[in-house]
Structures are given as structure tokens and as C-alpha cells.
T-cell receptor, first 114, second 117 residues
């Protein structure tokens, strides 16, 4: 069965500092991993995905994620956080046989303070 | 191009009532999926429709049903509402059903916030 876990409910970081939002996965077969961001009263916006290839994936708004097969992790990172990055971040894994069915983590609230 | 649009944005119902939520996918997208997001949790898959047929169903009771129309828009219906149905209901669209094109991803609407009193 496919699942992801986000061990941190909340991450606090100062503006300008690097940020990491953690995600671990459990899958049958090859992992198809995604990060989405949700701003208040909004739907989910796609940030980036890992399907195959380089372990470091670059996405929108300066975010990147590192796929680590041995640690079954897919952590989201950004070298320098902005206050406007404050939002709810979801890690997700796609179902094996239905490409429209995603399993989402519980979400991590990122707070970036000036 | 317009994104995924959902209506209404907010809805208040009482227990036992029925509700219908609507979704219009991005132009050219034939696949629509519905997700339920309870406060403090990640979205959970409810249904997927493609070419007016149900192609996937999550672990939700039969009170939940959906359909897709010839123009690819979709409705989610929930009967006999319970307090626990209070959630943000998200619609997502995708161009194809299962084709694994590397540039394809789910596009989400802003959701319908349903409150059951």
C-alpha cells in the first residue's frame, strides 16, 4: 500500500534561513512523489514531483526536494525562506494503478518569521 | 485559461440534509477527481471520473455519489449528512485517465467548505 508520513505538524524558520519540510514514504513499486502547497482558503498548488531521474528535483518558487531511496524520504527544501512561503505543505504519493488517486500526508504548517 | 472552478465556495447544512457540489475542470481535461479534506488532515480520495464513468472510488460510504457530464464537469452528492461530513471538498482535474505523461499533474480547485450543523 502507498502512504506518506510528515512527522512535523509545524516548522518555524526565520526569513532568509534555509528550510526543510520532512516526508517519508512507503510504497509498492516505484515511488511517484509530489509536494503541494495550500494557502488559506485555497486549493492545493503543485510545487514539484519525482518520477524518475535525478534525486534532486527543482520546482516552483525556488523549492527543491531530495529523493533518498535508502532512507525512503522526500524532503522539501529551500535555501532561503521568505515570509510569503508561510503555508501548509503536503507530501503525496500516487497510487500504482490510478494516476488520479493520491495519498496525502497530514500536512506541515510552515511559519516563516521576519 | 480558467483553472478548476468549484461552486459554491461555502455551504451550511443541517444533519440529514442532502448537498450537491459542482466542479468544472480545466478546458481540455477529461478526468475529474474529488477529495475530502477534514480540518487538520490531508485530502482523502473520494472518486475519480473519466469520460462519464467512475474509474476509482475511495473508502467512503454509499451516501457519497458523483457523476460526470458530457462537458466533463462533475457533481458530488452527499445524502443524509452527518456532522463528520464537515470538510473542505476539493475537485481536481487532469487531462488523461491514466496516461503517464511526465508533464501531467493534478490541478486543484479552491474547494467548497461544507459545514454540517
Amino acid at each position: 500500500a502507498q502512504s506518506v508520513a510528515q512527522p512535523e505538524d509545524q516548522v518555524n524558520v526565520a526569513e532568509g534561513n534555509p528550510l526543510t519540510v520532512k516526508c517519508t514514504y512507503s510504497v509498492s513499486g516505484n515511488p511517484y512523489l509530489f509536494w503541494y502547497v495550500q494557502y488559506p482558503n485555497r486549493g492545493l498548488q503543485f510545487l514539484l514531483k519525482y518520477i524518475t531521474g535525478d534525486n534532486l528535483v527543482k520546482g516552483s518558487y525556488g523549492f527543491e526536494a531530495e529523493f533518498n531511496k535508502s532512507q525512503t524520504s522526500f524532503h522539501l527544501k529551500k535555501p532561503s525562506a521568505l515570509v510569503s512561503d508561510s503555508a501548509l505543505y503536503f507530501c503525496a504519493v500516487r497510487a500504482l494503478y490510478n494516476f488520479n488517486k493520491f495519498y496525502f500526508g497530514s500536512g506541515t504548517k510552515l511559519n516563516v518569521k521576519p | 485559461d480558467a483553472g478548476v472552478t468549484q461552486s459554491p465556495t461555502h455551504l451550511i447544512k443541517t444533519r440529514g440534509q442532502h448537498v450537491t457540489l459542482r466542479c468544472s475542470p480545466i478546458s481540455g481535461h477529461k478526468s475529474v477527481s474529488w477529495y475530502q479534506q477534514v480540518l487538520g488532515q490531508g485530502p482523502q480520495f473520494i472518486f475519480q471520473y473519466y469520460e462519464k464513468e467512475e474509474r476509482g472510488r475511495g473508502n467512503f460510504p454509499d451516501r457519497f455519489s458523483a457523476r460526470q457530464f458530457p462537458n466533463y464537469s462533475s457533481e458530488l452528492n452527499v445524502n443524509a449528512l452527518l456532522l463528520g461530513d464537515s470538510a473542505l471538498y476539493l475537485c481536481a482535474s487532469r487531462r488523461n485517465r491514466d496516461r503517464d505523461a511526465t508533464n501531467e499533474k493534478l490541478f486543484f480547485g479552491s474547494g467548497t467548505q461544507l459545514s454540517v450543523l
